[in-house]
């Protein structure tokens, strides 16, 4: 499973255009650009397709097209920027399914021509399972609201993935949902750091985040071999967040970065 990190950041992303503080400060003079999280797996499925993820792909020397599967984790509009279905529509009949809760489709819905037939729009809630193409999907329930329903989602082929992006604490039944086997790469949001009074059960910072790997592990779900990543990064952790997030075991995910599952 090759899963290129088109972006890493949060909504305003790190650092912001509109902050000097110190932890935005630190980034610019490093040079590192984290923009609205979304990610691409082997080429063909993309999640969450927000308002930079397009370009981003062709800086990171990649392309959306053999895209056919797209997975919306909810309508905020860093995760899905609903106008690719216009552009990629100006050059591309390609079959295409979007999968997302009912808000983020309801979104997607006055992008697409009428009477075209290559996109297809298809709501998902928690709890389902589905096939597409090589890929078997899974929707986990997400602490985190957007008009509706929020989900994260379990990818499977030769390998497996967990996305976890937005989202507070474990969802009542998260852990269930995402089953039994054990994941080889975890993509989870870590948007607060240390500032404990800002997460509000809808976001992750770095106690609940650790928190929450501890209980995927418990779990059977996260073992030595499983990469943990952190993404959704922004300027309220320190610039240090790296060595952080090593010492529980995970790793701050960069934009342009591609990560394989290690070997077992």
């Known amino acids: 499973m090759d899963v290129l990190l088109l972006g890493t950041g949060s909504a305003d992303g790190w650092p912001s255009p509109f902050c000097r503080c110190d932890s935005c400060t630190t980034m610019r003079e490093r040079d590192v650009l984290r923009t609205p999280t979304s990610v691409l797996i082997d080429g063909r499925v993309w999640i969450d397709p927000g308002p930079e993820a397009a370009r981003q792909a062709l800086r990171a020397g990649a392309d959306l097209v053999d895209v056919h599967t797209v997975l919306v984790s909810h309508a905020h509009s860093d995760h ?6 216009l552009h990629r529509g100006w050059v591309s009949d390609r079959p295409l399914t979007v ?3 009912a808000p983020a489709i309801a979104r997607c819905r006055d992008w697409l021509a009428p009477g075209q ?3 297809r729009l298809v709501e998902v809630t928690a709890g389902e399972r589905f096939t597409a193409g090589e890929y078997r999907i899974t929707v986990v329930p997400a602490a985190h609201e957007a ?3 929020a989900a994260l989602y379990r990818v499977d082929a030769e390998r497996s993935l967990l996305y976890a992006c937005d989202t507070g604490p474990w969802a009542d039944g998260a852990l269930r949902r995402i089953g039994e086997q054990r994941l080889d790469i975890v993509l989870m949001e870590q948007t607060f750091g240390d500032r404990l009074d800002l997460a509000g059960g809808r976001h992750l910072g770095l106690e609940t ?3 929450s790997v501890a209980a995927l592990r418990a779990a ?3 073992d030595e071999a499983t990469r943990v990543v952190a993404v959704h990064l922004s300027h309220h952790n320190s610039p240090e967040v790296e060595q952080q997030l090593c010492a529980m075991g995970a790793e701050a995910g960069r934009d342009g970065q591609r990560l394989r ?3 077992l």
């Open 80 to 85: 899905l920027d609903p106008a690719f279905l």
């Open 99 to 101: 999968y997302g809760p």
């Open 117 to 119: 037939t290559s996109v």
């Open 147 to 149: 008009l509706g329903e």
């Open 209 to 211: 985040f650790g928190q």
């Open 220 to 222: 059977g779900l996260v």
């Open 261 to 263: 599952a290690r070997d």
